[in-house]
Every structure is written in C-alpha cells, then in structure tokens.
C-alpha cells in the first residue's frame, strides 16, 4: 500500500526567485498537508549526505555545491499516493520535459536549479525527513 507522506525541499534557486509563497500555494491547492517545516540552509557536508545516493555521477559535485549555496525550505507532506501525486505534480527532473503547469515548469531555471525535491519512495521519504526533523518538529 501506498504511504501517506513524501518529503520535499524549495531549493535555493527557487528562493532566490521568491517563489517560495506561490509553489507552497501549489502544494496545498493539490491537497498536501503541511505535517513539518523548515527554513534553513544545507553545509556542503550535509549537502553531500543528503544526495548521497548519486555519489559518483558526473553532476554531483556540481550539485552539492548548489544545494548549499543559499537558504532552502524543507517541508515533510501528507496526502494519500503522496509520493507519487507530488512526483506529478513537480514534473521531470529536466524542466524542458516537465508538464505545463507543474512546479518544475513554472519555476525550474535548469536541470540542475529545478526549484524542488521530491522523495522518490515511500522508504526515502521517511529517510529524508528524519535527515530535517526530529519527532517534535511533526505535527
Ligand atoms: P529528481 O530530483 O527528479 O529525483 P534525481 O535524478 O534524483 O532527480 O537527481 C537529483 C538532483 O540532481 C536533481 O533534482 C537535479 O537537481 C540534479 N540533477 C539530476 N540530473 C542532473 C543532470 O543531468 N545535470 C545536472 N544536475 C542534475
Ligand atoms: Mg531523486
């Protein structure tokens, strides 16, 4: 059975763009729930943890460099299907193959700044959001 949570993360490109405010508007219009948050910034170390899993791939350098360039949210979703409803509605990981209208469509710059994350399985969702949130930052 599908799990009701999915973890995501506003990346710094994003804030910079002020965008912050319209995508977390997209995401409750979409019915996801807010269960945690946090406006905080990633070291390069943590950065590096976070993305652990493309250790090794030519763009995770590059990556790791970004995502600890600047402030990003994190927030921890709920919503029945979560993880597959917000891999839909955040598009492709290229925006220039996101859906019109999805999150990486209206905000992404490229593949690499493509304004969020999303968990890609119900074990990693819970994975990530144990990486940002302790027991009594959930509600
Ligand atoms: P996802 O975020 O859609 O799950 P992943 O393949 O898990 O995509 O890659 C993690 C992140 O690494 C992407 O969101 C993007 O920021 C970056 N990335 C992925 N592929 C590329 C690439 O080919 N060039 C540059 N950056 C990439
Ligand atoms: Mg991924």
Not at 28 to 54: D, P, V
Not at 81 to 105: M, Q, S, W, Y
């Amino acid at each position: 059975m599908a799990g009701n949570l999915t973890f995501t993360m506003i990346k710094p490109d994003a804030v910079e763009k002020n965008a912050i405010g319209p995508i977390l508007k997209i995401i409750n219009e979409a019915g996801f729930r807010i269960n945690a948050m946090k406006y905080t910034r990633l070291s390069a170390g943590q950065a590096g943890r976070f993305y652990e899993i493309h250790k090794g791939r030519p763009f995770y350098e590059a990556l790791v460099e970004f995502m600890s360039s600047g402030p990003i949210v994190a927030v921890l979703l709920e919503k029945d299907n979560a993880v597959e409803d917000f891999r839909k509605l955040i598009g492709a990981t290229n925006p220039e193959n996101a859906d019109t209208g999805t999150i990486r469509n209206l905000f992404a710059t490229n593949v690499q700044m493509n304004a969020v994350h999303g968990s890609d399985s119900d074990e990693n969702a819970l994975i990530e959001s144990s990486f940002f949130f302790s027991e009594m930052e959930r509600f």
